[in-house]
């Protein structure tokens, strides 16, 4: 359904990021019904996992209300405000950022001869301290707190008005090409005022007809899985979203 192929699935499978479980669900009568999902892993090193986003491979309306797809998606209890799904590509010297682990893998599929040295990041959401967490570390300073890694782009942002030959993508935010996607970064660049001398976006293109798009949706559409019917549906469930914020 996400139009991701089997190859793309293996490989972050191998990677050890995702992996298929099960969720169990407290039913009114006390019951337990357990649902299959996905789980997106978040680890801080190597083999060491600090927590996960959990998406139902099935939908569940009667179980799931909150979101219009009736699907099941979490972040999982204590998995924290710095970190998210990574995948690195090569030794990396530039970040993208997404809003999503999907978006993640179907950008990967759709860019992959292209990508080298990056880290890809789903972030889950609009968190500026995971950005500047993982922009440490490809600045080689994975000895600093993680408090400090978190003031880490405050710093950056202020002296990058005096540093030479600074990459215009350092930074580039995959986002969701709607109007939340450009508010998240807008925040970023009222926040970091010299954002636009090392960070970018790439969204997804917009077709005609189309108020709205994501990097699955675009995967789905380049393989004739989208319609207009649920994309509509799909994107008014981030609309919601983003109203909550």
Known sequence: ?????????????????????????????????????????????????VGASVQGIQAYPELHKDHASGHLKRVL???GAYGGMVLDIGQPERLIVFEAPIDLMSYYELHQSELKNVKLLSSDGYKPQVISRYLAEIYGREELTLAQKEKFLETFDRLAENIEGLPE??????????????????????????????????????????????????????????TMKNESSEKSEKRDRFLKL
């Not at 169990?24 to 009568?29: G, H, I, P, S």
């Not at 925040?187 to 970091?192: A, P, S």
């Not at 798009?213 to 559409?221: G, I, S, V, Y």
């Open 169 to 226: 993508e350092l930074i580039t935010f995959a986002y969701d090409h709607d109007e939340a996607g450009k508010t998240f970064v807008k925040r970023f660049n009222d926040q970091y005022p010299n954002a636009p001398k090392y960070a970018r976006t790439d969204f997804p293109p917009l077709h005609d007809g189309q108020a709205k798009n994501d990097w699955n949706d675009e995967r789905k559409r380049q393989k004739g899985l989208m």
């Open 77 to 79: 209890k204590d998995s």
């Open 1 to 49: 359904e996400r139009g991701l192929s089997q190859a793309t699935i293996r490989f972050f499978e191998e990677k050890g990021i995702i992996a298929q479980s099960r969720w169990r669900n407290t039913l009114a009568n006390g019951q337990h019904f357990h649902e299959p999902i996905v789980v997106f892993k978040h680890f801080d090193k190597p083999n060491h996992m």
